[in-house]
Structures are given as structure tokens and as C-alpha cells.
């Protein structure tokens, strides 16, 4: 059996025997087969639980599969089976390619995507869902974040990463704190409070970790979404900057092949979208540089102990050193466009 997947457990869960089973992706929080039976062929999840991480990622995704079930189709997954204890989730296997080099087509495909997550903000059942993980519903939400993770940051660089710390002393802190002064004081200036959180009709269903990284590219040309681990409530402008920031995307790159600006598509999709609400545009503006701190900090979590560890697991990489100083690049090219605000 390959390691990791409970053979008994599986075709307890499935009421079936297993008949193959092909790891797809090993990660830090779980790892995903390709598996048979004599009647299906299915994606399996194997969750693990990380101690220092209490968020209960198979729960989650389960939850906003089982809502999405109650409504008309979207391009996921559909949820087949589950069980807590031994952490296993089975799911409808899709056949299709990694998104490589996205098109315009799939961008739109994206936004029509979001858009009908939008329109399934007042169904029945919508106001028992939680916040997506790292959700920013106010300033001070986003605030904080950014506090968090850099104390969090300036903890792993104590402990054994003297180059971290000397980035963080040198480039990173000063910029941070010019950024959060500019922030805070354009908060006040048009009236943005820091503790009002976004109203329900100017909220989003968001999948949270949403991106062409988490798509399949069907033989017809369509789009199929995956992973909602992350699912919850969130303002929608945290998930236009993350879709545009993430580094699993490089937009920037795929721009530069195609001529097409795939990011200022997607803004001008959403803003469309949220055009209603008044605020939209102007927190779009103010909170990238904040989103962007935040995105930098992520980039650097292979400094962690933790982080490294998950990173390891999901590529098999052998060399931290090696890991870090590209990431401490990545993270470094990230900030130098966030200032000026």
C-alpha cells in the first residue's frame, strides 16, 4: 500500500474494494490520490492535522461542498464521501490539465465563476458559514493580519535566520511601518472605520485560495475548480489582490507572454461585479499595499519551522538554504512595488 493511505479505512469509506491507487500530489496538509474501484474512479484526500495549526481544513471544504450541492451547478468537484477520523474525503474524479499559461478565456471563466458565488450570497443556509480563513471584513481585520504575521516572521528570524533578520531589520520593518502610517491615515481621511466590518450584502463566498493553481482545464475548454479549504465569508477585494498576488499564478509572467493584463481584467471583472458598493474601488486602492505586506510575509514561510516542513513534504526538497534565499527573493520583489502608496 503506498504509505500514508489507510487501505481498510478507504473501502470502509467507500463500501468497495480498492482496486488501484496513484499519489497525484503529496502536501503539508494533505495528500491527493487518483483511485479506482470496481464501479469509479475518484480524487481521494488524505488529511493530516498540523498541532500547530487548528484550522480543520477537510471540515471546511466539506461544508462549502455540501452547500454548493443544494444549489444550481458549478464547475466543481462534486463531494462523494467523508469521514473525520481517519481524515479521508472522497471526491468526483475530473479529468483535465493544469492550467499552465491562462487565456483571457480563463480568466473570464474565473470571473463568471466568483460571479456566480456572488449571486448565492442570500440563499438559505449562508449566514451558519464562518469567515474564509484569513479573512479581512474590516481595516483593523487587515491590520492586525499584517501584525500577526510579521511577529510571527520576526520570531522564525530570531530563532536561526540571522538573513532574515537582517532583511527584516534593513528593508522590510521600515517599509511596513511607512505603509501602515500612510494606510491608517487614508482610513481615516474618507471615513473608513477600523473596526466596521463589510455588511453581508457587500460580502463574498470566497474560496480564499483561488487561482488557476487550484483549476483544471477540461479537453472542451472548461474550467473546473478546486480546493475550498480555505471557504468562507470575505470582502471581495482581499480575493481580487490575492488571485492577482499569488505566487502560484505569476500573472505578471503570463502577461508578459500573452500581452494580455490578466490582473487589471480580473479588477475590472470584480469591480463590475461589486459596483454597487460605493467603497469598493477605494478600499481596492488602499488595501493593496496591506494585502501585498501580507503576501510577503506568506512567501517567507519556509523560514518556520512548520513552514519548511510543509514545503518539504509537498516537493521534496532537501535544501532549506537553498529554499529560503529564493523565497527571501521572491518576497524582496514583491515589496519593492508596493511603495508608494
Same mark, same amino acid.
Given at each position: 500500500?503506498?504509505?500514508?493511505?489507510?487501505?481498510?479505512?478507504?473501502?470502509?469509506?467507500?463500501?468497495?474494494?480498492?482496486?488501484?491507487?496513484?499519489?497525484?500530489?503529496?502536501?503539508?496538509?494533505?495528500?491527493?490520490?487518483?483511485?479506482?474501484?470496481?464501479?469509479?474512479?475518484?480524487?481521494?484526500?488524505?488529511?493530516?492535522?498540523?498541532?500547530?495549526?487548528?484550522?480543520?481544513?477537510?471540515?471546511?471544504?466539506?461544508?462549502?461542498?455540501?452547500?454548493?450541492?443544494?444549489?444550481?451547478?458549478?464547475?466543481?468537484?462534486?463531494?462523494?464521501?467523508?469521514?473525520?477520523?481517519?481524515?479521508?474525503?472522497?471526491?468526483?474524479?475530473?479529468?483535465?490539465?493544469?492550467?499552465?499559461?491562462?487565456?483571457?478565456?480563463?480568466?473570464?471563466?474565473?470571473?463568471?465563476?466568483?460571479?456566480?458565488?456572488?449571486?448565492?450570497?442570500?440563499?438559505?443556509?449562508?449566514?451558519?458559514?464562518?469567515?474564509?480563513?484569513?479573512?479581512?471584513?474590516?481595516?483593523?481585520?487587515?491590520?492586525?493580519?499584517?501584525?500577526?504575521?510579521?511577529?510571527?516572521?520576526?520570531?522564525?528570524?530570531?530563532?536561526?535566520?540571522?538573513?532574515?533578520?537582517?532583511?527584516?531589520?534593513?528593508?522590510?520593518?521600515?517599509?511596513?511601518?511607512?505603509?501602515?502610517?500612510?494606510?491608517?491615515?487614508?482610513?481615516?481621511?474618507?471615513?473608513?472605520?477600523?473596526?466596521?466590518?463589510?455588511?453581508?450584502?457587500?460580502?463574498?463566498?470566497?474560496?480564499?485560495?483561488?487561482?488557476?493553481?487550484?483549476?483544471?482545464?477540461?479537453?472542451?475548454?472548461?474550467?473546473?475548480?478546486?480546493?475550498?479549504?480555505?471557504?468562507?465569508?470575505?470582502?471581495?477585494?482581499?480575493?481580487?489582490?490575492?488571485?492577482?498576488?499569488?505566487?502560484?499564478?505569476?500573472?505578471?509572467?503570463?502577461?508578459?507572454?500573452?500581452?494580455?493584463?490578466?490582473?487589471?481584467?480580473?479588477?475590472?471583472?470584480?469591480?463590475?461585479?461589486?459596483?454597487?458598493?460605493?467603497?469598493?474601488?477605494?478600499?481596492?486602492?488602499?488595501?493593496?499595499?496591506?494585502?501585498?505586506?501580507?503576501?510577503?510575509?506568506?512567501? @517567507?514561510?519556509?523560514?518556520?519551522?512548520?513552514?519548511?516542513?510543509?514545503?518539504?513534504?509537498?516537493?521534496?526538497?532537501?535544501?532549506?538554504?537553498?529554499?529560503?534565499?529564493?523565497? @527571501?527573493?521572491?518576497?524582496?520583489?514583491?515589496?519593492?512595488?508596493?511603495?508608494?502608496?
Amino acid at each position: 500500500m503506498t504509505p500514508g493511505l489507510p487501505r481498510v479505512a478507504v473501502e470502509q469509506l467507500l463500501k468497495e474494494p480498492l482496486l488501484t491507487w496513484e499519489p497525484i500530489r503529496r502536501g503539508g496538509n494533505n495528500r491527493l490520490y487518483r483511485i479506482t474501484t470496481p464501479t469509479r474512479t475518484l480524487a481521494l484526500k488524505h488529511h493530516t492535522r498540523q498541532p500547530e495549526d487548528p484550522r480543520d481544513r477537510q471540515k471546511t471544504e466539506r461544508v462549502a461542498l455540501t452547500f454548493f450541492a443544494d444549489h444550481p451547478p458549478l464547475p466543481i468537484p462534486r463531494l462523494v464521501a467523508w469521514e473525520e477520523a481517519s481524515g479521508l474525503t472522497a471526491l468526483e474524479w475530473i479529468d483535465g490539465e493544469q492550467i499552465q499559461t491562462p487565456s483571457t478565456d480563463d480568466l473570464d471563466q474565473a470571473l463568471a465563476f466568483i460571479a456566480a458565488l456572488a449571486a448565492l450570497g442570500e440563499a438559505p443556509g449562508t449566514e451558519a458559514i464562518p469567515p474564509a480563513s484569513g479573512a479581512c471584513l474590516s481595516p483593523g481585520m487587515l491590520l492586525r493580519q499584517v501584525h500577526a504575521r510579521t511577529e510571527r516572521l520576526r520570531q522564525a528570524a530570531a530563532d536561526s535566520h540571522p538573513e532574515l533578520e537582517a532583511w527584516m531589520r534593513g528593508r522590510f520593518l521600515p517599509a511596513m511601518t511607512r505603509i501602515l502610517d500612510r494606510s491608517i491615515t487614508a482610513f481615516k481621511r474618507h471615513g473608513l472605520e477600523s473596526e466596521a466590518e463589510r455588511p453581508r450584502a457587500c460580502r463574498l463566498l470566497s474560496p480564499s485560495d483561488f487561482g488557476f493553481h487550484n483549476a483544471l482545464r477540461q479537453a472542451d475548454g472548461r474550467l473546473v475548480f478546486l480546493d475550498f479549504e480555505y471557504f468562507g465569508w470575505d470582502d471581495p477585494v482581499k480575493l481580487s489582490w490575492d488571485f492577482q498576488m499569488h505566487p502560484g499564478m505569476n500573472l505578471a509572467m503570463h502577461c508578459a507572454r500573452s500581452g494580455a493584463d490578466l490582473g487589471a481584467r480580473f479588477a475590472a471583472g470584480m469591480q463590475r461585479l461589486y459596483g454597487a458598493d460605493d467603497t469598493f474601488a477605494l478600499r481596492h486602492a488602499l488595501y493593496r499595499p496591506l494585502i501585498g505586506l501580507c503576501w510577503c510575509m506568506i512567501v @517567507l514561510n519556509e523560514f518556520a519551522r512548520d513552514g519548511w516542513e510543509r514545503r518539504a513534504l509537498a516537493t521534496g526538497e532537501t535544501d532549506p538554504d537553498q529554499v529560503c534565499a529564493r523565497q @527571501l527573493a521572491k518576497a524582496t520583489a514583491l515589496l519593492d512595488t508596493l511603495e508608494p502608496l
